[in-house]
């Protein structure tokens, strides 16, 4: 057998954790620079100052990460010498900032630190990134050598953004449990895998059970046991699932149809990663016939405002053949435990349009 290395994650979380920077941060240099986008560097910066003030640690500048996680943005940053001169990154924002700073540490070898603004996905501790075209539409996955040095989670600042992003960063999450455990599905598991599908085995109860409180604390910026609970779950152990499983694992046919609907204008515009993923959780339940579950989200979903539906997210008939086209392609449904057609997504998708006109 040939060797392997897993690197892991490490996290803070709370309230004050920037206060934290100087002692985990430290041993990696002195110059940082801070690299993401403008809202996000905006709601960070007073407490990233504060954290390094003292310490032997420089924030050298704030630059906006150019609005995309793509290789052009990537290029952009590595040719500013500002970020060259850095030894350190600090990478603030959501996923595609987020994924913008980790592929191009990945290839200059800066020391990566990640600072979450919000909890909308699992992006700040994993290892994958999500490249897009110059169009917004998905390209492929880029694969790091391993996950940033630190993840600072900042439960203040999460919860004074916007709440629709941890509204998504639940839809999102919702998929983990699904995806990992039906793609590995009559797999005989290694070590590693078999940590990583026994983890997302976590992903689902915790969102029913503190979802909806935490939705609605967010709404109140309130910092409180049950939004720490959900983001920790958005963030670290669906995020961990990912570092551990083989790539077939870590997504499945809720991803499949969200990138078939980012072919579509109005999904770039007007609707979120985890909004669209978790609708795609809905289709796959149905299209394995796991219908209990299937209405146990579908109920969970209606009662926090995800969609459950096309229209929900503005898809219709006259676009099937371009978002079905597109999902079809992905890699998502490849190693499944059945061939999954282009009809089956399909019907699975009318079979809850069906359900949604008799409910």
Known sequence: MSSYSVFLPSYSIGDDVYKEIAKICGPYGKKAVVVGGKTAMTKA?????????GSNIEILDFIWFGGDSSYENVEMLKKNPVVAAADMIFAVGGGRSVDTSKTMCDQTGQALFVFPTIASNCAAITATT????????????????????HCFINTKIIAEAPDHFIWAGIGDALSKEYECTFSSRGDELDHTNLLGVDISRNCVEPLLKYGKKAY?????????????????????????????VINDYNSCLAHSVYYGCTTLENIEKNHFHGEVVSYGVLVMLTCDKQYQERDR???????????????????????????????????????????????MIYEAMMELEKLNCNL
Do not use: C, W
């Open 45 to 53: 910066k007073e407490a990233l100052l504060e954290g390094v003030k």
């Open 130 to 149: 999500v490249i897009y075209d110059a169009n917004h539409v998905f390209k492929e996955l880029y694969f790091t050598k391993k996950p940033a040095v």
């Open 216 to 244: 609605e604390d967010v709404k109140s910026n309130k910092v409180s046991y049950e939004l720490e609970q959900v983001v920790l779950n958005i963030i670290i152990t669906t995020g961990l699932v990912s570092v551990f």
């Open 297 to 343: 989200i579908y109920k969970f979903n209606k009662s926090i405002g995800l969609p459950t539906k096309l229209e929900d997210i503005e898809v219709e008939e006259k676009d099937m053949d371009k978002v079905l086209d597109k999902a079809m392609e992905t890699g998502d449904i490849k190693h499944v435990p059945y061939k999954i057609t282009r009809e």
